[in-house]
């Protein structure tokens, strides 16, 4: 086991660039045995213990002064169980690994989220999730999880074994254990049709229910200062395989979505003045496009421009209201947002702190370029999602509180048991769980 400092001085910071910590060590564990060792060791030296992926929140919710682990020594596919659909990963793998792999063996998760670069671990800690009408999150895929508790022992759960951990422990927020290895459900390996096409803003919230009802997976992005949306609808598909082309996904993906974007960001930000004459261009700019393809290289795609973001989960019904209301906002403020907002939905789920717990959900996401000022914007849209008690996404940019919490999530009490029982001396506190969940 390695022992390290975290970055420049010892600093580390996460993807968006907004959090920063300084620990007071770092190890990199490569057994589950050794990362044990590592948590009954800070505890002999009073240390509170925070595990980090690939740092991809935009909260505090990885951040420490005390012992960082990192996990990327734990990695891998442990076991494939093709009788019972399900593969058991080391917590550390990071989820493109995972889906490349599972691809070669004929296998895929049945929904994901738009992005790769997250570790299993720390995608389902926090709620990672992409759009589903039947299919949610990654974290609703898992089937069995083990994590190493406050006293050092390792502990494994199962709608079987521990249920009530089981309940939690899906999106535990690092609040209960470190997770060290998770079982998630998997099918053969199928296609998805994607078909993507510019939409009005009138005609796309008019119409969401049809879109949504007709469509297995459904998300559309609104360009501020724009009447305009980029719609996007995968759907299973019998084949042939059709990928995008290899010219025709680089111009789209890499050269208009993260190189040009990046520069219309970087002017934007210079010169907020052009931001609306920018997002009339850039709405215009993506066509229609269909391809067939394996689920992970239709669902994700490269996100290189970097940004900070809050996204809230608003109950489906409310989605429509939510997002005029927000377009309004924007259109007569003096806000200049060169994001566009990111709509998707997924249907009620189990899992205690999911923000789609008991009830069919809609996300809507805000974004701004890393370096801009966010707080006007941000404050702005969390007055409104959470008019229509809204939930944010735990690993997402968002100001609320245990009170509020207590509030949204009718099982709210159950977690907050269940971690007095499991981590009395509160040895996975941070400032931000001591927030979100109370002290």
């Not at 689920?295 to 809050?310: A, H, I, L, N």
């Not at 997002?323 to 189990?350: G, Y």
Request: hydrophobic letters at 40%; a neutral charge; proline letters at 5%.
């Amino acid at each position: 086991m390695s022992t390290t400092a975290s970055g420049k001085n010892g600093t580390w910071r996460n993807w968006g660039g907004n959090v920063a910590a300084r620990p007071a060590r770092e190890v990199t564990p490569a057994s589950v045995e050794e990362l044990t060792e590592a948590v009954r060791r800070a505890a002999e030296d009073g240390l509170t213990v925070k595990a980090v992926g690939a740092g991809h929140s935009f909260t505090s919710i990885a951040a420490t002064d005390g012992l960082l682990i990192r996990p990327q020594l734990l990695t891998g596919i442990r076991h494939i169980d093709r009788e019972a659909g399900t593969v058991t990963v080391e917590a550390g793998t990071p989820l493109k690994r995972l889906n490349v792999a599972l691809a070669r063996e004929g296998l895929s998760l049945t929904n994901m989220g738009d992005i790769m670069e997250q570790t299993v671990s720390g995608a389902t800690s926090t709620g990672t999730h992409g759009t589903g009408r039947d299919s949610a999150s990654i974290a609703s895929q898992i089937r069995g999880l083990e994590l190493v508790t406050a006293d050092g022992s390792v502990l494994t759960c199962s709608e079987s074994e521990n249920p009530d951990v089981f309940a939690a422990a899906r999106i535990g927020l690092g609040a209960l254990g470190v997770v060290t290895a998770i079982t998630f459900a998997v099918e053969p390996l199928f296609l998805l049709t994607a078909r993507e096409e510019p939409m009005t803003f009138d005609q796309v919230t008019h119409s969401f229910d049809e879109l949504w009802a007709e469509n297995e997976h459904f998300e559309f992005y609104w360009f501020p200062h724009t009447g305009n949306t980029n719609t996007k609808r995968n759907n299973r598909s019998a084949g042939p395989e059709r990928p995008m082309g290899q010219l025709q996904g680089w111009f789209a993906d890499e050269f208009l979505s993260n190189g040009v974007f990046q520069v219309a960001n970087w002017v934007g930000r210079t010169v907020p003045a052009t931001i609306p004459t920018i997002a009339r261009i850039s709405s215009r700019a993506l066509s229609a496009r269909t391809y067939t393809d394996i689920p992970y290289k239709v669902f994700t795609s490269p996100r290189r421009v970097r940004f900070v973001e809050m996204e809230y989960a608003v109950p489906r019904e409310a989605v429509v209201q939510t997002l005029r209301e927000l377009k309004a906002t924007v259109d007569r403020s003096r806000l200049r947002i060169s994001f566009p907002v990111e709509v998707r939905t997924a249907p009620a789920d189990d899992i205690t702190l999911s923000t789609a717990s008991g009830r069919d959900t809609a996300y809507i996401a805000v974004h701004m370029f890393q370096g801009t000022p966010y707080q006007a914007y941000f404050t702005a849209a969390e007055r409104i999602f959470t008019a229509h008690d809204g939930r944010p996404h735990w690993g997402k940019v968002h100001t609320r509180d245990a009170e509020y919490f207590a509030g949204v999530y009718p099982r709210f009490g159950e977690f907050t048991a269940l971690r007095d029982r499991l981590d009395p001396e509160r040895r996975f506190q941070n400032n931000y769980l001591r927030r979100v969940l109370g002290s």
